[in-house]
C-alpha cells in the first residue's frame, strides 16, 4: 500500500513537472489552431521560440475577439477583456492584471516589428483555456467551460478540440474517486475492483495530451460517474447526472471495461502535420488487414526487409534542441541501416525513400504490402518536453512483439540512453503493414543530450548496427 502511495506521488509530481515545462516541440507552420473549437489560419503565426509558443497580439484581437491597444513608446500592449484589464509589457516578465502586478515566467517578445506573447499567459489572464494538444500538433483557446458532476461543482479544464471536448484527467479522477494509473499506452482510472481502461486518443479509446497533461473526453466522464451529461444552451456548463442509483453495479464478468466504442471518433489528420502523420492520414482509415501466415525466416534463401525513414520532404518531423529535424535524422540512419543490410546476400532491402522525399504514409504501407516485405521497420526520433529522454519501441500486432522485443534489446544497448521499453501503439504504418512490423524511437531530439548525439554520424552508425544485428537474430530464431 505504501509502495502504491509512493508510486503515486511520484507520479503526481511527474505530471505537475510536466505541466510545469508545458513545451511543445512542433514549427509554427505545422501548428492547428483551434478557438472554441474551430479551426482558424491567422494570417500572422504563432511562433515557437525556445520550445515555448507565443502568439501575436493581431491573434488576440482578431481570433480571440479581445479589445487590445498598443503603445509604442512604452512598448505595451494592453488587452481588456470582460471587465479584466491586462497591461503586458516587451521583455518584461511583470504583467498587470486590473492594476495589480503578476509575475510572469516568460517576457512578452518583439519580433521582426511584431509583438508576441507567451500564449499560456493570455490564456490565464485572460480566463480562457488556452492548451497545446500533443496529438494533433495544435494550439487550442475556449472560453471556459463548467463541469457540475451529480450537483457539484468540480474543477476542472475543458478543451474544446476537433476531435470533440476533452477534460483534465486528474481533476475528473480526483472528483470522482478513480485512482489513475498509466499501463503501457493506456490509462487505467481504478477504484477498488472497477479498473476503467482508455486508449490513446490516436488509437482506439479516447485519451489525449494538453500541455503534457493528460485529457479525457468528456463522454468517459458519464461513464465514470455511470451518468449522463447535458449541456446549457451556450455550451458554457456541462452537467453529468445519475440516471439510475441502482445501475451502480460492477460487472462479475472482470474488471477491465473497454470505452463504450461511440467515444471512438475517427482521427482527422493533417498529412503535413509533422509527429502525427505517423498515426494516421485518413479519417476512414481501412480496419487492420489480416495478418499473413508467419514463415519461418531462418528458412528462406531471401528475407525482403522495408526500411522506412520516417517523415521527408514537406513533413520535417519533430523540430529539436537547435533546429534539427527528425526527417533527416531518420534518413541517415536508415541510409546506414541499409548499407549494413545489403552486405548481407540473405537480406532483400527496400527503402521507403532515399532521399528527402514524403512518401505517404498509405504509399509507405503499400511498398511493404506490395513487396511482400517479410518485415518493416520505420526509424524515427520522439519529441516531449526537454527532459523527456530514452529509446522505445513499437509493434501494433502480437506477431510483431518478438521482432520489437530483439530489435529494442539491441537498440538501447548502443543508444545507452534511458530504456522507455516496447509498447504497442496503432501507428498507421505499424497497423497496415501485414508481416511483423515495428517503429523505433531512438531518442529524443528534443532533449539536448540526446540530440548531441543523435545528430553525431558516428552514434547514427552505431544506432544502424545495433538495429540490424537486431534483425539477423531475429532472423536467426524465427
Ligand atoms: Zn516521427
Known amino acids: 500500500m505504501k ?31 483551434y478557438v472554441n473549437g474551430k479551426e482558424v489560419h491567422p494570417a ?14 493581431s491573434f488576440v484581437k482578431d481570433q480571440m475577439g479581445m479589445r487590445v491597444a498598443w503603445d509604442g513608446k512604452l512598448r505595451c500592449v494592453t488587452i481588456r477583456n470582460n471587465n479584466k484589464k491586462i497591461v503586458l509589457t516587451v521583455n518584461s516578465k511583470i504583467a498587470k492584471v486590473d492594476g495589480t ?37 495544435s494550439l487550442v483557446f475556449n472560453s471556459p467551460v463548467h463541469i457540475v458532476i451529480k450537483g457539484t461543482p468540480v474543477t476542472a479544464k475543458v478543451y474544446r478540440t476537433n476531435k470533440g471536448y476533452f477534460v483534465t484527467a486528474k481533476d475528473i479522477a480526483a472528483a470522482t474517486g478513480y485512482k489513475m494509473k498509466q499501463k503501457s499506452a493506456s490509462l487505467l482510472f481504478i477504484k477498488g475492483t472497477d479498473v476503467r481502461t482508455l486508449h490513446p486518443v490516436n488509437g482506439k479509446g479516447g485519451f489525449a495530451t494538453v500541455d503534457n497533461q493528460w485529457v479525457i473526453p468528456l463522454a468517459f466522464v458519464d461513464e465514470l460517474v455511470k451518468g449522463s451529461g447535458s449541456w446549457n444552451a451556450d455550451k458554457s456548463i456541462y452537467r453529468v447526472d445519475k440516471p439510475n442509483l441502482n445501475s451502480r453495479s460492477i460487472s462479475p464478468s472482470g474488471p ?14 493533417n498529412p503535413s502535420t509533422s509527429q502525427d502523420s505517423i498515426l494516421t492520414e485518413t479519417n476512414d482509415e481501412p480496419a487492420p488487414s489480416p495478418l499473413l501466415p508467419a514463415v519461418p525466416l531462418s528458412g528462406k534463401e531471401k528475407v525482403t526487409i522495408v526500411v522506412d525513414a520516417g517523415h521527408g520532404g514537406k513533413d520535417t518531423g519533430a523540430i529539436g534542441v537547435n533546429d534539427t529535424r527528425e526527417k533527416d535524422f531518420t534518413l541517415a540512419v536508415v541510409l546506414k541501416l541499409a548499407d549494413d543490410l545489403k552486405k548481407e546476400p540473405k537480406f532483400n532491402v527496400i527503402l521507403t525513400r532515399d532521399g528527402d522525399t514524403y512518401p505517404t504514409l498509405t504509399d509507405r504501407v503499400k511498398i511493404a504490402n506490395d513487396a511482400p516485405a517479410d518485415l518493416f521497420i520505420s526509424v524515427h526520433a520522439n519529441s ?9 519501441t513499437y ?3 502480437d506477431q510483431s512483439k518478438g521482432y520489437a522485443d530483439t530489435v529494442h534489446a539491441h537498440l538501447v544497448q548502443v543508444t ?7 509498447k504497442t501503439a496503432d501507428f498507421y504504418v505499424i497497423k497496415n503493414t501485414k508481416m511483423p512490423s515495428i517503429l523505433v524511437e531512438v531518442g529524443f531530439i528534443t532533449n539536448a543530450d540526446n540530440n548531441r548525439e543523435m545528430m553525431d554520424d558516428s552514434f ?19
Open 3 to 33: 509502495k502504491y502511495i509512493a508510486a503515486i506521488g511520484i507520479f503526481l509530481f511527474f505530471l505537475f513537472a510536466m505541466v510545469v515545462l508545458g513545451v511543445v516541440s512542433a514549427s509554427a507552420s505545422q501548428m492547428q489552431i
Open 44 to 57: 500572422a503565426r504563432p511562433q515557437v521560440i525556445n520550445q515555448h509558443v507565443f502568439i501575436p497580439v
Open 101 to 137: 502586478a503578476k509575475k510572469l515566467d516568460e517576457a512578452p517578445v518583439m519580433l521582426q516589428g511584431r509583438t508576441y506573447l507567451p500564449f499560456r499567459i493570455v490564456g490565464e489572464l485572460t480566463g480562457t483555456e488556452a492548451g497545446w494538444l500533443k496529438e494533433t500538433d
Open 256 to 269: 477491465n471495461k473497454p470505452a463504450p466504442s461511440n467515444m471512438i471518433k475517427p482521427v482527422v489528420h
Open 384 to 392: 516531449g518536453p526537454p527532459s523527456a529522454n530514452g529509446t522505445e
Open 395 to 397: 509493434y501494433y500486432a
Open 416 to 422: 545507452g540512453f534511458t530504456d522507455r521499453k516496447v
Open 460 to 478: 547514427q552508425q552505431k544506432v544502424a548496427d545495433g538495429i540490424y544485428q537486431g534483425i539477423v537474430e531475429y532472423c536467426q530464431d524465427n
